[in-house]
């Protein structure tokens, strides 16, 4: 079962200040986009460190961590496959122009409980 978390008031300085704390404990960072020409996600043209001064306050509501258990990483963590358990974290919603920027990363789940305690996230299911 996945359990999904957010940050109590949500700014986009709460944000940054998450990202740039789990981009230091992550397995994997992909920033993928869409450039307004096809309904399909791809590889972005910036870093994460292009991308992270992009993040306006517009983007925060689209921030979300992600407890998934038993997650089949098929796909997602080339050279790792088979089921773990992890913690996902995203942002979308950072617009340049027609593209919007999505960041991902994937983090060793034993990290979730100093993530809730740093930065106060709440349950939402």
């Given at each position: 079962m996945d359990t999904?978390?957010?940050?109590?008031?949500?700014?986009?300085?709460?944000?940054?200040?998450?990202?740039?704390?789990a981009k230091e404990r992550a397995i994997q960072i992909d920033v993928d986009m869409l450039?307004?020409?096809s309904v399909a996600r791809k590889r972005a043209n910036k870093s994460f460190e292009e991308v992270l001064p992009l993040l306006g306050n517009g983007s925060t509501k689209f921030f979300r961590v992600v407890h998934r258990e038993s997650f089949n990483t098929f796909l997602v963590l080339p050279g790792k496959t088979g089921?773990?358990?992890?913690v996902e974290v995203?942002?979308?919603g950072i617009d340049v122009?027609?593209?919007?920027y999505f960041v991902f990363m994937y983090l060793d789940d034993k990290v979730l409980p100093g993530m809730i305690k740093k930065f106060n996230f709440h349950a939402i299911n």
């Open positions: 999904f978390y957010i940050l109590p008031r949500t700014t986009g300085k709460k944000v940054h200040e998450a990202l740039l704390w450039d307004g020409t089921r773990r358990d992890l995203f942002v979308r122009g027609p593209t919007e």
